[in-house]
């Protein structure tokens, strides 16, 4: 018999039709560590802290109560910076952190202790709001004649904002 279910009081009935029988009770305990799951994340802003949380499970998703451990934090490639680095002690077999990307984009987070790893469901991070104007290179000029530049906008972190649609006034 496999139990997958961890439980208190758990009873086993056996029965062949007219006949019945019932086990003691017992109780069912998650087994070791195998992977880390996380809540489902959804559309973020580029520098802003968000929550994700994240648990510890065993082989059947139960929840593995007894781990404590501190797993690193890494974002998928391209995705700037995640602030922290580390998720800081597990308490219950769950946990919660505040956790920031700096990166635009579509991004995936992963937990890993040691060869326990957990990815998260992929995300958008949009830029955050207006913050400065880049300007491209410009080289040398004439004088009386026209030339073209571009600008962007660019929020905090260095994300070009597309949502901007504002006009600039030009000085020299």
Same mark, same amino acid.
């Given at each position: 018999?496999? %139990?997958?279910?961890?439980?208190?009081? %758990?009873?086993?009935?056996? *029965?062949?039709? =007219?006949?019945?029988?019932?086990?003691?009770?017992?109780?069912?305990? *998650?087994? =070791?560590?195998?992977?880390?799951? /996380? +809540?489902?994340?959804?559309?973020?802003?580029?520098?802003?802290?968000?929550?994700?949380?994240? !648990?510890?499970? @065993?082989?059947?998703?139960?929840?593995?109560?007894?781990?404590?451990?501190?797993? +690193?934090?890494?974002?998928?490639?391209?995705?700037?910076?995640?602030?922290?680095?580390?998720? $800081?002690?597990?308490? +219950? #077999?769950?946990?919660?952190?505040?956790?920031? %990307?700096?990166?635009? #984009?579509?991004? !995936?987070?992963?937990?890993? @202790?040691?060869?326990?790893? $957990?990815?998260?469901?992929?995300?958008?991070?949009?830029?955050? #709001?207006? @913050?400065?104007?880049? /300007?491209?290179?410009? $080289?040398?000029?004439?004088?009386?004649?026209? /030339?073209?530049?571009?600008? =962007? *906008?660019? @929020? +905090?972190?260095?994300?070009? %904002?597309?949502?901007?649609? $504002? =006009?600039?006034?030009?000085?020299?």
């Amino acid at each position: 018999v496999t %139990v997958t279910t961890v439980g208190t009081g %758990v009873l086993i009935t056996a *029965a062949d039709g =007219t006949n019945t029988g019932t086990s003691g009770s017992f109780n069912v305990n *998650a087994g =070791t560590i195998s992977k880390f799951t /996380f +809540a489902a994340i959804g559309s973020q802003t580029a520098g802003i802290a968000f929550s994700i949380t994240i !648990t510890a499970q @065993d082989t059947s998703g139960n929840t593995v109560t007894s781990y404590s451990g501190n797993p +690193a934090l890494t974002c998928s490639a391209g995705a700037g910076t995640i602030n922290p680095t580390s998720s $800081g002690s597990f308490g +219950a #077999g769950t946990k919660t952190v505040s956790v920031t %990307v700096t990166q635009a #984009g579509s991004f !995936t987070i992963t937990a890993t @202790d040691g060869s326990t790893t $957990g990815t998260s469901n992929a995300f958008t991070v949009n830029p955050a #709001g207006l @913050d400065h104007f880049v /300007f491209s290179t410009i $080289g040398t000029q004439t004088a009386g004649t026209g /030339f073209s530049i571009t600008i =962007t *906008a660019k @929020d +905090a972190s260095g994300n070009t %904002v597309t949502s901007y649609t $504002g =006009t600039n006034t030009l000085t020299v």
